[in-house]
């Protein structure tokens, strides 16, 4: 069904419309035939906006010649196309086609935007080959493989089936193998840098290749001893119970809230696991676990209530609801949950912990929540499990809150610990660097005669 309507109502946008230019010589003739009579087809707009979508040359023919209204066809754009893309269809259906100019910008912005599009059926609307969409597309086409092999890498390295990855990645288990295999550039990072490789030479294929830097750390040194990749990192060993780390590893973990340096994990690897062996982290927050792992040969999966760094590897899971079943066959579960108080209110949300924190609980909700989990896990793992467990002192005295409380320190998770059934193997000290204390905060406390709380403890428990 058709309409007439005012051609001053007829709505355009350079952006929707699939023709980068119309020509003047064509207007003209079309001038021509409507002052000698002849009838046009109906332009087409969309229905909800007036938006043209087919017929720019008659409906500037129409407004040169004098005419206030036109014939239009309203339709609906169909559901999964683009504006610009339903309207080059449009265009497709009759004698001036498209440019192949026209069809190529097109083809970047669509594929630019949905990489796994079928470049037969999409060309075919358009009346074009798939050899002359993939001319077109096929360094997006190209580049969304390599990183997609990437992220088939990494995950498989971290110990994903290849049905846990096909389903991830909305592939078949036959892309995963191939993915994974001899031509994923990953997999044939030691060919590539050669013997004899050093850190910039690393970087900059890294760079060339668009490739994570730490996966092609992990590849790079994935057939090395556990005390080779430790120096190949730079993190130099700590073979004793108090292990001091400045800063956080730049190959390890996003910038996060509450951020460890991945130092402290590859510690706990390299003292406590063996190479291949399964690691949980129930709170990833930033991925620092996974990355250790990741570097130093360990499976490992990660989960978080948080996840706002948009981590592949980093699987969505509110700890509340329970542990995750991949727990059953860990060899060691990390935790490093948020401590207690530890973030201020303005501090919730975006910048901080998301909302209802357990650091926001009363000191005995707090403690009775972790004893809940420490028995949980305990329950539910096997018996070769290990626990490390990372927390922090809190001192009322400090506190505007809960300035009644008698404190939460080492001995109290400790108690926890042991009712839950766990037996402490060790315990380690893992200060704070004074340098991550804000100077403001430093006076604060030397005027109120306070001390600053920068001691952490590491338990490692076993069943």
């Keep these: 069904m058709t309409e007439n309507m005012n051609v001053k109502n007829v709505k355009y946008e350079e952006k929707v419309y699939p023709r980068t230019q119309w020509k003047t010589d064509t207007v003209n003739r079309y001038v021509d035939a409507l002052e000698s009579g002849d009838v046009f087809p109906p332009i087409i707009v ?198 001091k780390f400045q800063s956080c590893h730049d190959l390890m973990g996003d910038n996060h809230p509450g951020r460890i340096p991945g130092e402290l994990i590859a510690h706990v690897l390299y003292f406590f696991t063996e190479p291949g062996q399964l690691v949980i982290d129930p709170m990833a927050g930033s991925g620092t676990t996974l990355d250790a792992c990741l570097l130093m040969d360990r499976k490992c999966r990660g989960y978080d209530i948080d996840t706002r760094h948009e981590r592949i590897d980093i699987e969505e899971k509110n700890l509340s609801e329970g542990w995750p079943d991949k727990t059953q066959k860990a060899d060691l579960v990390f935790w490093d949950p948020p401590y207690f108080d530890k973030m201020d209110s303005k501090n919730i949300g975006e910048e901080g912990y998301i909302e209802n924190s357990i650091s926001k609980l009363s000191p005995g909700e707090y403690l009775d929540w972790l004893f809940d989990k420490f028995q949980k896990l305990h329950n539910n793992t096997k018996k070769e499990c290990q626990f490390a467990f990372l927390m922090s002192d809190w001192d009322p005295e400090n506190a505007k809150r809960h300035a009644d409380s008698s404190g939460i320190f080492l001995w109290d998770y400790a108690d926890k610990l042991r009712k839950a059934g766990w037996k402490i193997r060790r315990q380690i000290q893992c200060p704070l660097p004074t340098q991550q204390v804000h100077p403001d905060t430093v006076n604060k406390f030397r005027k109120s005669k306070l001390l600053a709380i920068l001691n952490r403890y590491l338990l490692v428990c076993v069943k």
């Design 46 to 243: 969309e229905k909800e906006s007036d938006l043209l979508l087919d017929g720019k040359h008659r409906l500037e023919a129409h407004k040169k010649a004098g005419r206030e209204t036109i014939e239009v066809q309203k339709v609906d754009v169909p559901e999964g196309m683009t504006k610009k893309y339903f309207a080059a269809t449009l265009s497709a259906k009759h004698g001036d086609r498209l440019s192949n100019a026209d069809i190529k910008q097109i083809a970047i912005e669509e594929f630019e935007a949905d990489p796994t599009l079928d470049a037969t059926e999409w060309g075919k609307k358009l009346g074009v080959s798939k050899r002359t969409v993939y001319n077109h597309v096929s360094h997006i086409i190209n580049r969304e493989k390599r990183n997609r092999q990437s992220k088939a890498w990494h995950l498989a390295k971290l110990g994903w089936t290849q049905r846990e990855i096909a389903e991830k990645l909305d592939v078949t288990e036959r892309t995963i193998r191939d993915d994974t295999g001899k031509n994923c550039n990953l997999a044939k990072i030691s060919d590539i840098l050669g013997p004899g490789w050093n850190e910039q030479e690393l970087t900059e294929t890294a760079e060339r290749l668009d490739l994570n830097l730490t996966d092609c750390y992990a590849a790079a040194i994935a057939e090395m001893s556990d005390a080779e990749k430790l120096k190949t990192l730079g993190i130099k060993t700590q073979p004793y119970d108090v292990w």
